[in-house]
């Protein structure tokens, strides 16, 4: 994807327009706010602030300033051109119908665990693109619950929401978080196998790969799996990035409510402060119930550590 940082020095944009597509692009342009003036050579030039788009009578099409890189990538290809070369130069967008499963709350004190998966069909694709969806960590809260919502309405999904209280549980059942993990992907995939009938998922690397491969024998699924680093890059991760990251911040929130104290993500020194404000105010029980018990975070509010 383009570095929208480094847009301001991109070249000119020039490709080829079948001139059967040129009233549809001038009906958009006019729509979005562009001033249309008619140039000699030209079917027409569309302009506004740090952007020009220009289509010349022999279906020339050049694209040029500083917010060139935006337009193209989130209009121009996805609806014009249908195709990515320019956001996605050295991808080759596999457009074969897959799962994608991802999860978050798992490096975060409070709130639940939430696993989410997106079952994608090859006329997604450019329409999940044209959406902006990617990788949850590049993208605000309130872009992530906008994109959520889209998402759901276009695509198969499920999500595996773990509150605090039956996470504590289950850890104590798997001892481990790996295998934790990956059970919830393992169930995540078991249902939407069922909605689907895909066979093929992406998901993350784990630290151990057989982990999942052995929380899918136990559910006895049949699967093409394939484990990668920063899976993320895949549309339909980033898409299950995107309703994992809503449904734990949604949880968040919802306990930050109901307890009237503001619960923070991660575990760092904030984290530690609002948890020694929920002991003095709710006590150590209500405490328990709304984080992750196993992390030391816990003993450091406690005021346990080094005893």
């Given at each position: 994807?383009?570095?929208?940082?480094?847009?301001?020095?991109l070249?000119?944009?020039?490709?080829?327009?079948d001139?059967?597509?040129?009233e549809?692009?001038l009906?958009?342009l006019?729509q979005?706010?562009?001033?249309?003036?008619?140039?000699?050579?030209?079917?027409?030039?569309a302009?506004k602030?740090?952007?020009?788009?220009?289509?010349?009578?022999?279906?020339?099409?050049v694209?040029?300033?500083?917010e060139?890189?935006?337009?193209?990538?989130?209009?121009l290809?996805?609806e014009?051109?249908?195709s990515?070369?320019?956001?996605?130069?050295?991808?080759?967008?596999?457009l074969?119908?897959?799962?994608?499963?991802?999860e978050?709350?798992?490096?975060?004190?409070?709130?639940?665990?939430?696993i989410?998966?997106?079952y994608i069909q090859a006329?997604?694709f450019?329409?999940?693109?044209?959406?902006?969806?990617k990788?949850?960590?590049t993208?605000?809260?309130?872009?992530?619950?906008?994109?959520?919502s889209?998402i759901?309405?276009?695509?198969?999904y499920?999500i595996?929401?773990?509150?605090p209280?039956?996470?504590n549980?289950i850890y104590?059942?798997?001892k481990n978080?790996?295998?934790l993990?990956?059970?919830?992907?393992?169930?995540?995939?078991e249902?939407?196998?069922?909605?689907?009938?895909?066979?093929t998922v992406?998901?993350?690397q784990?630290?151990?790969?057989?982990?999942?491969?052995l929380?899918?024998k136990r559910?006895?699924?049949?699967?093409?799996?394939?484990?990668r680093?920063?899976?993320?890059?895949?549309?339909?991760v980033?898409?299950?990035s995107?309703?994992?990251r809503?449904?734990?911040?949604?949880?968040?929130?919802?306990?930050?409510k109901?307890i009237q104290?503001?619960?923070?993500?991660?575990?760092?020194?904030a984290?530690?402060?609002?948890g020694?404000e929920?002991?003095?105010?709710?006590?150590?029980?209500?405490?328990?119930s709304?984080?992750?018990q196993?992390?030391?975070t816990?003993?450091?509010i406690?005021?346990?550590?080094g005893?």
């Amino acid at each position: 994807m383009i570095n929208l940082h480094l847009m301001s020095s991109l070249p000119p944009f020039v490709t080829t327009l079948d001139l059967k597509l040129a009233e549809k692009l001038l009906k958009d342009l006019q729509q979005q706010g562009f001033s249309i003036t008619i140039p000699a050579y030209t079917r027409f030039s569309a302009s506004k602030k740090g952007l020009t788009c220009t289509l010349y009578t022999s279906g020339k099409l050049v694209v040029q300033g500083k917010e060139q890189a935006h337009f193209i990538e989130f209009y121009l290809e996805p609806e014009i051109l249908e195709s990515f070369g320019f956001s996605h130069p050295t991808t080759k967008i596999d457009l074969t119908p897959h799962i994608g499963i991802d999860e978050s709350g798992k490096g975060d004190f409070f709130g639940p665990l939430c696993i989410a998966g997106v079952y994608i069909q090859a006329n997604q694709f450019s329409k999940l693109q044209a959406l902006g969806v990617k990788d949850s960590k590049t993208l605000s809260d309130k872009t992530i619950r906008q994109l959520a919502s889209q998402i759901k309405n276009l695509c198969l999904y499920h999500i595996v929401k773990i509150n605090p209280a039956k996470y504590n549980e289950i850890y104590q059942d798997f001892k481990n978080l790996n295998r934790l993990l990956a059970w919830g992907h393992a169930t995540t995939i078991e249902q939407l196998i069922l909605q689907s009938g895909c066979q093929t998922v992406i998901v993350d690397q784990f630290a151990d790969e057989k982990v999942v491969l052995l929380a899918l024998k136990r559910k006895k699924l049949d699967v093409n799996l394939t484990q990668r680093h920063r899976a993320e890059d895949d549309l339909a991760v980033a898409a299950a990035s995107i309703l994992a990251r809503q449904a734990f911040i949604d949880g968040l929130e919802q306990l930050s409510k109901e307890i009237q104290i503001p619960l923070p993500k991660g575990s760092s020194s904030a984290t530690q402060k609002a948890g020694k404000e929920v002991l003095r105010k709710w006590g150590e029980e209500r405490l328990r119930s709304i984080c992750k018990q196993h992390f030391k975070t816990l003993d450091a509010i406690l005021g346990k550590v080094g005893k």
